[in-house]
């Protein structure tokens, strides 16, 4: 095994742009990864519940009662005393108490309630940026590392206001929810009278920062600053502040690159896609929401957002228990990305899953909605059919000027087993060769397991582009992830919030225009290939100035049951083009689904036809088409009548977040 610790290709070129940004004088050992993990030696059940109710967290039944920041601090220190967690007591482990506290909680009542998650104790916590296997290797001496998250600059901050008392309690009615960017929490959408706030509670998340805690020992993690209905109303009824001024005071407060210090756009996704969900004449439904980073929406890979879309459902699930077990909840995540496993093994949409199943443990009801994705027609799929021993050339990746980005590229095979085709890990020795437009870069060659090309330290560090080597991997009580190649290609712009202070290698600005690719077949059997480049949607607001990479490619016109369409030609393929979130499945029974995936449909002639942007399923997939559609476009116009961030403002809004949302409405009116 390397010495170099190595966990996929997009958490390497993460770390190594973070690594840019660091200002001269910044501590490295601030740079903290999330890290999801499994406890190997937890404490008992009976050691859980006595600790639980004993800091009155939970009922004598077991329900959960709030946590509030000014009991933090003391509970925060005894969590660390208790067997298993002892880890998180000293230096270089960190962790959020509530996070732990939920995990705890779950932990406590799987274990008596006989359902179908296995009891076991797994959260969040932080960790320095393990940079070999031997410090990789001292997290695996108490838990199982199932998952690690986009490395983060760590500041301190001081102690933040407690956490007001949440005034919301639910009724019998659902409790609508959703996970999205630049929420306007504010706006009259989303009140229940003219200075009362429909939201029981909001999480507006940050990159990780340190907290110096004043209500007990210890320094801890906190993403972001929940707010509660009580300081929402507040915020409302302060006539001496604008809407704007509130989102700038509390962005400033977050954030620490001014320009995500500033007040959000009009056209916020986030407040588009909770107006169509929940707002308007919803008189009664509680509301919960989970601001992203802006981080999260500027890095259109997926990166940086995982990790806080997990956390923030699992604090959506927790908090909605605190109002009512009897409510159900759907949680909307217009958000999504392409390439993927597409078989249900992502860590996001297998968390999400078993959140799912955990709620049911407590006689919760949970819903999720995603958007099945808007790259159908976007060129970013081909499949290539590679005979033994021979090399096929793939279409010009094109990597546009002025993108902040990386750029990457997933290659997998397609094979076959009783009769059910999946993506699998491409054969060992498969050649691959990348020329960069200027002929003055690339690579050509082959990377072991858990290696790249070039190495992952040494050798030619200043080659704009890698070839990633990502194995097959068994999380424990999870589906295998099959192992991949990523090819990534640096940045062909720069920031547009930050002027790197380390010109390191690999983030020089690589050549724009158009790289050739080609491969070479090391087996004796036919190789089919499929290639998904890495890319989600721009969030409204959030445009660099930079287009993202595509293959080059034709797209043709023609007639289908009478009605004019267009699809991409081959080698590139519109099949697969689905968001990687949108496979994982709960059961067969559809009337048991508690998963549901939204695509888009165009109004064409008084006939509904699917838009031509909306993304379909593959038979290498593991889902075909989404559960449900809704219109979303006009042949004469684009998109949905929306509430924009602030009061009274309006836009509109297209693509499968729209559908998503309706979706997401369909469901809180009908449970």
Known sequence: MPEFFFWDGYLHWARELEKTLLRPGDAEGLMMEPVFGRIRDPLTQEEAFDFLQRENLITPKGEPRALHRKQEGGIAYRLQKLRGLEFLDGDTHKFDPEEVMTALIHYAVAMSSGGPVEPVLEFFFYRPVAETWAEHEQTLAFADVIDIGAPALVTTIDDPPPEGQNIRLASDQAIGALIDNDIGFLNRRFRETADQTRFSAIWLQSRERLHENTFGPGVHIHVGRVLTGRDIDDLITDTRKSERSIYHEINTDLHTVAAFREPPPIDGHGSSVADLAFGGDRSGDPLLAVQLPPEAAMDTSGTTSESYIVQGFRWLCARARRLSLRS???????????????????????????????????????????????????????????????????????????????????????????????????????????????????????????????????????????????????????????????????????????????????????????????????????????????????????????????????????????????????????????????????????????????????????????ADYSGEGAEWAAIDDPSATAQVDTIALAGLDASGTYSGSRTRLSGTSAAAAILSRRLTESL
């Open 328 to 610: 159900p909840l759907v949680v909307n995540i217009s958000y999504g990305t392409l390439a993927g496993p597409k078989d249900g093994s992502k860590f996001l949409e297998e968390q999400i899953r078993r959140e799912i199943l955990l709620a049911e443990q407590y006689g919760q009801t949970v819903h999720v909605v995603y958007a099945f994705g808007n790259s159908r027609n976007r060129r970013q799929v081909a499949r290539l059919c590679v005979p033994p021993g021979d090399t096929v050339a793939a279409p010009h990746w094109i990597a546009p000027p002025d993108n902040p980005f990386p750029t990457f590229m997933e290659i997998r095979a397609v094979k076959t087993q009783d009769g059910l085709s999946r993506l699998a890990a491409p054969p060992d020795g498969l050649r691959i060769t990348l020329n960069a437009p200027n002929a003055a870069a690339g690579l050509d060659g082959t990377a072991p397991p858990n290696e790249a090309l070039p190495p992952l330290t040494g050798g030619d560090d200043t080659t704009p582009c890698r070839l990633y080597h990502v194995p097959v991997r068994t999380p424990p009580d999870r589906p295998v992830q099959p192992g991949y190649l990523m090819l990534a290609i640096a940045p062909t712009g720069h920031l547009p919030y930050a002027t790197p202070h380390d010109p390191r290698a690999p983030l020089a600005s690589a050549p724009s225009g158009a790289w050739k690719l080609q491969f070479q077949n090391p087996s004796d059997q036919p190789l089919d290939l499929v290639l998904q480049i890495q890319r989600g949607d721009s969030a409204p607001g959030f445009v660099t100035g930079g287009r993202q990479s595509y293959f080059d490619g034709t797209i043709v016109a023609h007639i289908q049951d009478d009605v004019l369409i267009r699809d991409v030609t081959a080698p590139l393929t519109n099949h697969g083009t689905n968001s990687s979130y949108t496979t994982a499945q709960l059961g067969s029974d559809p009337a048991s689904r508690r998963i549901h995936t939204a695509g888009a449909d165009l109004r064409f002639y008084g006939a509904e036809i699917r």
